[in-house]
């Protein structure tokens, strides 16, 4: 295991890279004393973040992945097919996971996510248009939406907040 911090508009960024893929991305209000290690694809995963943040990069294509329960896999894929700038209600993944009494570990799922920013988790919201838990802070949850909603050319985000 390998990591990195990395300066985001946010705070800092924890990139980990595992076994060849990036396992773990989380943010940080302040950078640790920890000794670091660097990899071509610790610094392309640092590069596509800043590109995400300078509005030029929507997805990202490096190999990712995350330790998780067959049903954890299951809501991470359904939120990468989330598009950008997009928002929808837990209900409504629940919905699309074909799964409409799951909503709260649904909900407990995408919590669980290790991947700031790569997987969206931050692009699922209340029922009333309401910014719920966020791991990085509703802060953050709100300037990625509305980072999102203007890179898009949507203006601001239609969210109760």
């Avoid at 640790?32 to 640092?46: F, H, I, K, R």
């Avoid at 990085?136 to 969210?159: C, D, F, N, P, S």
């Amino acid at each position: 295991m390998q990591f990195i911090f990395h300066q985001t508009p946010l705070g800092i960024a924890r990139i980990t890279e595992t076994d060849g893929f990036i396992s773990a991305v989380s943010v940080l209000d302040n950078c640790p004393e920890d000794e670091q290690c660097t990899s071509p694809l610790l610094q392309q995963a640092a590069n596509q973040l800043d590109e995400y943040f300078a509005g030029t990069r929507r997805a990202f294509d490096f190999p990712f992945k995350q330790n998780g329960t067959d049903f954890q896999q299951q809501v991470w894929h359904q939120l990468m097919n989330i598009g950008y700038a997009e928002t929808i209600s837990y209900t409504q993944q629940s919905q699309r996971m074909q799964n409409p009494l799951a909503i709260r570990a649904i909900a407990a799922a995408n919590g669980k996510n290790n991947l700031w920013i790569i997987v969206p988790c931050h692009r699922v919201i209340g029922a009333n248009g309401s910014l719920t838990g966020y791991a990085g802070g509703i802060w953050r949850k709100k300037w990625l939406l509305q980072h999102e909603a203007m890179v898009a050319g949507i203006g601001q985000t239609k969210l109760a907040f």
